[in-house]
């Protein structure tokens, strides 16, 4: 359920204090110095110079990027203030740019040549309204080792003004020509759907329960139920586009076949890192990673 959580710091009364004037105000308010708030920043990977905050501070620049963006979200934890107290006192970008500010995406894989296409037929390009926070996925294997349900949980931050909608993207590795159902769980509905049956290639568009305010965040799950006929798999991955905080997917297993070997995996720039996992009588396997994108985070498994 999305939850608003922007608010001003003492109300209406103080929308029209500037940027510089509330950073100032909130960091004498905390009694901390540049360079504590230097280092929470890097604590939390958004590295922030003592200069850049001292020049917010004075009014010479201004946050633009999404990576500074993120840092002023998370200067309004550590100095105490509402979420949405600095992050809504900034004026609009100094310089112009093709995306103002909005992160770019990773392309998609090679072996989904029709994923993009995909995306793009719905109205995502390489600049995304909402990125990813969290993600957990969650998938489940029957007996005969298909795939047979695949649960989304995303925890997403807005880029913008407005932002509503998030792209899912489902590829299967044996296509049955039959069609991927894409179901709403919480905090979201299903918009327009894109279907290659023949390709195996299915995408959506997650819509929110409303708009949401530029670094706001909202929670969202939808589920995916394979197609009919699915053929047994013996891997699942999710690919990220963006850096994320944390993921985690989790694939449980039927208790009548449980898989000999299970192997998580990591892909990031190109370079793999994979362990063994040994279930010890478990009938689940997860697989979480900490902040880490745009990649890819799976598991693998052979009966």
Do not use: K
């Not at 109300?11 to 901390?32: E, I, K, N, Y």
């Not at 793009?120 to 996925?137: I, K, M, N, R």
Request: aromatic share 4%; charged share 25%.
């Amino acid at each position: 359920m999305a939850v608003p959580q922007h608010g001003g710091l003492e109300g209406a009364a103080r929308v029209d204090v500037s940027f510089p004037d509330a950073l100032r105000t909130a960091v004498r308010r905390s009694g901390r110095s540049l360079e504590s708030l230097r280092r929470r920043l890097e604590e939390r990977g958004s590295p922030v110079s003592i200069a850049t905050l001292s020049y917010w501070q004075s009014g010479r620049s201004q946050p633009q990027r999404s990576a500074s963006l993120q840092a002023v979200a998370h200067l309004e934890e550590i100095l105490g203030v509402p979420r949405g107290h600095l992050v809504s006192r900034l004026g609009p970008p100094r310089r112009p740019g093709p995306a103002r500010g909005l992160p770019t995406a990773a392309p998609l894989p090679e072996e989904i040549p029709l994923g993009q296409r995909a995306l793009e037929e719905l109205g995502f390009g390489v600049h995304h309204e909402l990125v990813d926070v969290t993600v957990h996925d969650t998938i489940d294997v029957d007996a005969a080792g298909v795939q047979r349900v695949r649960t989304i949980r995303n925890v997403v931050r807005a880029t913008r003004d407005g932002a509503h909608r998030i792209p899912a993207l489902l590829s299967v590795s044996e296509p049955t020509g039959e069609v991927a159902e894409f179901e709403a769980v919480s905090g979201c509905r299903i918009g327009r759907q894109v279907t290659h049956a023949h390709e195996g290639v299915f995408a959506a568009e997650i819509l929110l329960e409303r708009p949401l305010r530029i670094d706001e965040t909202a929670a969202a799950e939808h589920r995916v139920v394979s197609p009919r006929g699915a053929a047994p798999d013996d891997a699942v991955e999710y690919f990220l586009l963006h850096r994320v905080t944390e993921i985690m997917v989790w694939v449980r297993f039927d208790p009548s076949r449980l898989p000999t070997v299970v192997e998580t995996y990591t892909v990031v720039d190109g370079r793999t890192t994979t362990s063994l996992v040994d279930l010890g009588g478990s009938t689940s396997v997860q697989h979480v990673v900490h902040r880490i994108g745009p990649g890819r985070v799976g598991i693998r498994w052979s009966f």
